[in-house]
């Protein structure tokens, strides 16, 4: 179904990311990260997304990093 929004053919990044503050990250290793707070037994840390420069990109891969 095509885009109901002008010059713009998937607006998925744009309504989530822009218009709903939504964070959206796909494929992350989130067993390894478990596994890393269960032998460090600490449930806190913080997230880092590096991502890529995309010029006028709404979305690109990123790098997570959870520091503790």
Known sequence: M???IEGVGLPVHLLTIV???VDLFDNQ???ALAETAAR???WEFML???PLAVETGTGSPVN???IF
Do not use: I, K
Request: proline share 6%.
């Open 2 to 4: 095509p885009s109901q």
């Open 19 to 21: 218009a709903m503050g």
């Open 29 to 31: 290793d989130l067993e």
């Open 40 to 42: 460090l037994n600490r």
């Open 48 to 50: 880092v997304a590096a």
């Open 64 to 66: 997570a990093l959870a």
